[in-house]
């Protein structure tokens, strides 16, 4: 069975663009557009794997990613962000994210990033 995916960005675009990327060889059981709705997807959901922006509105991704990362059996966390965003980024790593693709990426991007921490 493929692993289950949750899917966070503030873009309805960026959204779009990571499910092509990764729909053939995942599950994708929900999206956010920002930190609390990727919060409250992983506890209705619970997926194997979130992708999570940095930069969005209400909760940005290092709070989602610190307040999912706190819970029993957290799933693996991919940041993908834009390039210039280097000291979020290292806050993202604090925060217990296991690893980034930044944008504009490649679709093999994500599922290689994804394959290497899952």
Same mark, same amino acid.
């Given at each position: 069975?493929?692993?289950?995916?949750?899917?966070?960005? +503030?873009?309805?675009?960026?959204?779009?663009?990571?499910?092509?990327?990764?729909?053939?060889?995942?599950?994708?059981?929900?999206?956010?557009?920002?930190?609390?709705?990727?919060?409250?997807?992983?506890?209705?959901?619970?997926?194997?794997?979130?992708?999570? +922006?940095?930069?969005?509105?209400?909760?940005?991704?290092?709070?989602?990613?610190?307040?999912?990362?706190?819970? &029993?059996?957290?799933?693996?966390?991919?940041?993908?962000?834009? !390039?210039?965003? +280097?000291?979020?980024?290292?806050?993202? !790593?604090?925060?217990?994210?296991?690893?980034?693709?930044?944008?504009?990426?490649?679709? &093999? +991007?994500?599922?290689? &990033?994804?394959?290497?921490?899952?």
């Amino acid at each position: 069975m493929a692993p289950s995916l949750l899917i966070v960005d +503030d873009s309805d675009f960026q959204r779009t663009m990571v499910r092509q990327a990764v729909e053939e060889k995942f599950n994708v059981v929900g999206e956010a557009a920002n930190g609390r709705e990727a919060v409250e997807q992983y506890e209705r959901h619970v997926p194997d794997a979130i992708t999570m +922006d940095i930069m969005m509105p209400e909760m940005d991704g290092v709070a989602a990613t610190d307040e999912i990362k706190s819970r &029993e059996n957290p799933p693996t966390i991919v940041m993908v962000t834009s !390039v210039d965003q +280097d000291s979020k980024m290292k806050e993202a !790593v604090k925060a217990g994210a296991d690893g980034y693709v930044t944008k504009p990426f490649e679709p &093999e +991007d994500v599922l290689s &990033e994804l394959a290497a921490v899952l």
